[in-house]
């Protein structure tokens, strides 16, 4: 079976500052990782997604995120937060072939604030 | 490439009614998901359709929920007697055929249900 947590509910970081929003995970199978980001009254739009290829994973908006198997750990970061980045994250797991499938495990999601 | 859309956008409805919900995938993607997402959450899985075979239901999914894809294309996902409880966010999700670009969900914006 597959779990997600998301280590903070609430993110508040000033503009220009780093962005860390924090994801482990659990799978019996490897695991295909996700990140997807949502804006009020709107649906998720992927930002990256780790497929078991380099560990390092470059998304959308200057976004990145590191898969650590030692740590079960698929961190989000983003150098430098802008206003726009206001929004909630949330991290995502899958195992396809491992009995699913391909459905998304979800965390319950990160809500990032950006001050000016 | 259009993106997946869903209909309507909110529905507002009292306790006891029947309301249905529609999706419209993206073409040529053969897999369709729907997730429940309720305030606070991340999505919860629902259900899967694999062309018009609906093969995996979540436990999420009582005797009141049914849904469809009768030509493969396009999906509906029905409450009967609705309850306060099912108030939250549908969405729905479409993937291309398992492979390299299988791994993607693509969300539509949701259907807000609320129940009065």
């Known amino acids: 079976a597959q779990s997600v947590t998301q280590l903070g509910s609430h993110v508040s970081v000033s503009e220009g500052a780093l962005v860390l929003l924090r994801c482990n995970y659990s799978?019996?199978?490897?695991?295909?990782l996700f990140w997807y980001v949502q804006y009020p009254n709107q649906g998720l739009q992927l930002l990256l997604k780790?497929?078991?290829?380099?560990?390092l994973v470059k998304g959308i908006n200057g976004f990145e995120a590191e898969f650590k198997k030692s740590e079960t750990s698929f961190h989000l970061t983003k150098p430098s937060a802008h206003m726009s980045d206001a929004a909630e994250y949330f991290c995502?797991?899958?195992?396809?072939?491992?009995?699913?499938?391909?459905?998304?495990?979800f965390g319950k999601g990160t809500k990032l604030s950006v001050k000016p | 490439d259009t993106g997946v859309s869903q209909n309507p956008r909110h529905k507002i409805t009292k306790r006891g009614q029947n309301v249905t919900f529609r999706c419209d995938p993206i073409?040529?993607?053969?897999?369709l998901y729907w997730y429940r997402q309720t305030l606070g959450q991340g999505p919860e899985f629902l259900t899967y359709?694999?062309?018009?075979?609906?093969?995996?239901k979540s436990r999420l999914l009582s005797d009141r929920f049914s849904a469809e894809r009768p030509k493969g294309s396009f999906s509906t996902l029905e409450i009967q007697r609705t309850e306060q409880g099912d108030s939250a966010m549908y969405l729905c999700?479409?993937?291309?055929?398992?492979?390299?670009?299988?791994?993607?969900?693509?969300f539509g914006p949701g259907t807000r249900l609320t129940v009065l």
């Open positions: 799978s019996s199978v490897p695991p295909y």
């Open positions: 780790y497929t078991s290829a380099a560990t």
């Open positions: 359709f694999q062309n018009e075979a609906q093969l995996e």
């Open positions: 999700a479409s993937s291309p055929p398992f492979g390299p670009r299988g791994v993607e969900q693509f």
């Open positions: 995502a797991v899958s195992a396809p072939g491992g009995g699913s499938q391909g459905n998304l495990i």
């Open positions: 073409s040529e993607h053969n897999r």
